[in-house]
């Protein structure tokens, strides 16, 4: 055509409305709309799936490759808020307002502190009944991510099916016994029975059920019993399950001296447990 120019006599508005009327041309720009539709689709899905094997992963704690260095949270820390994640290592039995004065912090910034942690994902909140005549507590846990911002690996972590309000009884009571001079053992396999926890001293073994509900303790009875088990004790959460316990047992024909049932509360928990006074430390310089 060489530079010959050519001249527009139609307008854009007929053009669109030429096209719109051709088929092939639907069908290209339906083609178009439904491959960013699928597109969009597939990049949410793949964001949904990583959000959830993440999850999973934290639920379950470390993937198992223990030859690699914890990876360091892309999170920046202040000192105040490493110094939080600390005290919650160090010091896990600590109430939130228990924490708070062992920082020496006043209300207003503990509160930030522990909101901008949750808000991130370094830091889980759950509540507890340890001391039953008290009410209940709240606690915080730290999240695999919170054990990576501080560069540590995260401990052995609960059964997914666990909470952390029982995950948090079963090791106050492994405390408590190791505390006295027992060998104790967390989700332990003894032939063929898993206890919540496992006390052994002097050759002889107690195997202790944490009830938060009565479901199923009767069978944790039967099978701890049946595994060799020279004691079993049913430590329940409050007084009503304690209850519902004693009910399902004596339905179940489970009448043992070997067995007993109480509350949490009847444990002898030292009474600094739960208080700043733990064992004296300074959190500036543990």
Known sequence: MGNRSLK???????IVRHLAENS???FLTNLVADTGRRSLKQRHDRRQRKCAEEG????????????????????????????YLKSIVDHPNL??????DFLGWP????????????ETGLVSEFTANPIARSGTVKLLELTETGYRALGKRAPKSRPQNCSAEHWFYQNILADLYRSRGFEVNIEHTYNSARADVVVSKNGEKLAIEIACSPNN????VQRNLKAGMDRVIVACRTTAVKRAVESRLDAAGICDDRVTVKCLSDFPFPRDLFSVKCDGADPHNA
């Open 8 to 14: 527009k006599d139609v307008t854009d508005n007929q």
């Open 24 to 26: 092939d041309y639907r």
């Open 56 to 83: 999973q992963q934290q639920r379950n704690g470390s993937s198992g490759n223990d030859t690699k260095a914890p990876r360091q949270s892309h999170i920046p820390l202040s000192d105040d808020k490493r110094l």
């Open 95 to 100: 109430t939130i307002t228990g924490r708070r």
């Open 107 to 118: 209300s207003d910034q503990a509160n930030i502190e522990k909101r901008e942690l949750l």
């Open 217 to 220: 303790e009767a069978r944790n």
